[in-house]
């Protein structure tokens, strides 16, 4: 059982950061594809970033040269740093983690619990 908690989400003004983090706990050999989602209010779950083990990231292009994805493989804790942030990135967002148990192993897919990002403009 792997367990994931968000933290850093909160209500910032139109043009700043914050930092999301995403740590992971439980049984984990390796942590191979991480991925955010986000939610807005009245919309379904779109993807936002995502990066294989390999650390090849892609990005939604509303956040491209804006958000970074990252990983700290130290602290099993994976992260969404945010800059320049708008009206229309209010939204909950989560983590989306692929982990092994053992080498070779199977792939599991756990998800965060979501942390709300809120961009006054």
């Known amino acids: 059982q792997v367990q994931l908690v968000e933290s850093g989400g909160g209500l910032v003004q139109s043009g700043g950061s914050l930092r999301l983090s995403c740590a992971a706990s439980g049984s984990i050999y390796s942590i191979n594809n991480m991925a955010w989602y986000r939610q807005a209010p009245g919309k379904q779950r779109e993807w936002v970033a995502s990066?294989?083990?390999?650390?090849?990231?892609n990005y939604i292009d509303s956040v491209k040269g804006r958000f970074t994805i990252s990983i700290d493989n130290s602290k099993n804790t994976i992260y969404l740093k945010m800059n320049s942030l708008k009206s229309g990135d209010t939204a909950v967002y989560f983590c989306n983690i692929q982990t092994r148990k053992r080498p070779g192993g199977r792939l599991y897919d756990d998800w965060g619990q979501g942390t709300q990002v809120t961009v006054s403009s």
């Open positions: 990066r294989t083990s390999g650390g090849a990231s």
